[in-house]
T-cell receptor, first 114, second 117 residues
């Protein structure tokens, strides 16, 4: 257990509304990631963070923003949700042990945009 | 750019049969390679990883994978399937986990394994 908590775990919203997903970690890890999972696409990186206030875009960042004001929290925001953003969102962290790049994942947040 | 291709979105085997899930990668530098498993409504769990040590890597639950540079492959195998192995499996690649890559993983499309009694 890498101490990752995602909230909310399930959310249904309407097109055009803002949505924020939260990833909280308890072990002070520097690197955090947001992925989305869609059938046939595996997991695709949305944004990642390599420290407080240090973030960068992944391969599918359009329509998403992130913030990391403190080490333990990494927020993913959909400013105006669209139906194409219906997905399962996973937060991940990279632990300090070793330099092998393995990630540990949260339980996921299922978002439905109607 | 790095990429991962998993051959076969669905694989079906009988209980006790060999499991073979295929993964090919593309990377311009020596890769780190991973297999993850996802059970229904859960997050991803690391099965095993290759990090440039032994080319035959053993993981949890009896799974193993062999890194073959000449074939750019990292196929996952298990000699005898169990009903509890039914899940979705993902191959992933990273490289230079320090430096400018920031440890990002690129995932394949996933393979759903079904095990029949």
């Amino acid at each position: 257990d890498a101490g990752i908590t995602q909230s909310p775990r399930h959310k249904v919203t309407e097109t055009g509304t803002p949505v924020t997903l939260r990833c909280h970690q308890t072990e002070n890890h520097r690197y955090m990631y947001w992925y989305r999972q869609d059938p046939g696409h595996g997991l695709r990186l949305i944004h990642y963070s390599y420290g407080v206030k240090d973030t960068d875009k992944g391969e599918v960042s359009d329509g998403y923003s992130v913030s990391r004001s403190k080490t333990e929290d990494f927020l993913l925001t959909l400013e105006s949700a669209t139906s194409s953003q219906t997905s399962v969102y996973f937060c991940a962290i990279r632990t300090r042990t070793g330099n092998t790049g393995e990630l540990f994942f949260g339980e996921g947040s299922r978002l439905t945009v109607l | 750019a790095q990429s991962v291709t998993q051959l076969g979105s669905h694989v079906s085997v009988s209980e006790g049969a060999l499991v073979l899930l295929r993964c090919n990668y593309s990377s311009s530098v020596p890769p780190y390679l991973f297999w993850y498993v996802q059970y229904p409504n859960q997050g991803l769990q690391l099965l095993l990883k290759y990090t440039s040590a032994a080319t035959l890597v053993k993981g949890i639950n009896g799974f193993e994978a062999e890194f073959k540079k000449s074939e750019t492959s990292f196929h996952l195998t298990k000699p005898s399937a169990h009903m509890s192995d039914a899940a979705e499996y993902f191959c992933a690649v990273s490289f230079n986990a320090g430096g400018t890559s920031y440890g990002k993983l690129t995932f394949g499309q996933g393979t759903i394994l079904t095990v029949h009694p």
